[in-house]
C-alpha cells in the first residue's frame, strides 16, 4: 500500500507534466472569440455584414491553431 507522501508525490508529477497542456485550449478559445468579436465591430463600422465577421473568424481559428502546435513542440522539448 502507498503512503500518503507518495500519493502526493505522484499527484505533483502528473500536475507537472500535463501542467503545460491545460491552458492550451482556453487559450485557443480565446484567440478565436476574440477574433469574431473584431470582426463583428468591423463589420459594423464598415457595413459590411457578414464578411469581416467570417474572415476574422477564420483568421483566429488559423492564429490559434498556429500558437497551439508551437506550444505543444516547443514544450516536448
Sequence with gaps: ???EP???KNINRIYR???PYIGLG???AVTVIVMIFLG???DGIFNLD???TITFAFLGV???LYNF???VIKSDK
Design 40 to 42: 463583428i465591430w468591423l
Design 1 to 3: 500500500m502507498s503512503t
Design 6 to 8: 507518495d500519493k502526493l
Design 62 to 64: 488559423f492564429a490559434g
Design 69 to 71: 502546435i508551437k506550444s
Design 17 to 19: 507534466t500535463v501542467g
Design 26 to 28: 482556453m487559450q485557443l
Design 50 to 52: 457578414p464578411v469581416l
